[in-house]
């Protein structure tokens, strides 16, 4: 079975650009809008990789990797956090939070792969054939 990543972005094009990726990729993809049902769905499927955007609904990106960390059944995903917030505040926050990495957007497709493959390399990716 291939490995499962979550898209937590409130922006719909944002999770479809990012599940189509993600799927090219080797990995079966779930989407959450808000931060509550990204904290929901990672505690009840635990996926491999979390794509966080900061920004939206509810609990923001920060305190769902924040929520994540802290849960016996989420702590292992890699979160990566896919913002167009350019602070380095804000870039420091995520990588307190728990985040492993922060990608700015728009992120270059082969850039975002690289990373969630970097935080995932111990699991069974697959690899897109060329």
Request: overall charge negative; proline content about 5%.
């Amino acid at each position: 079975m291939l490995p499962l990543a979550l898209v937590v972005d409130d922006h719909e094009d944002s999770r479809y650009v990012a599940r189509l990726l993600l799927e090219s990729g080797g990995f079966r993809v779930l989407e959450a809008g808000t931060g509550f049902e990204g904290i929901r769905i990672a505690v009840e499927q635990h996926p491999i990789a979390v794509l966080l955007d900061l920004i939206v609904p509810g609990v923001d990106g920060w305190n769902v990797a924040r929520l994540l960390r802290a849960d016996a059944e989420a702590r292992g995903a890699a979160i990566i956090a896919l913002t167009a917030t350019v602070s380095p505040d804000d870039l420091d926050r995520a990588l307190l939070a728990g985040c492993d990495a922060v990608l700015i957007k728009p992120v270059a497709p082969g850039m975002l792969l690289a990373t969630v493959r970097r935080y995932v390399s111990g699991s069974d990716v697959a690899r897109p054939s060329t």
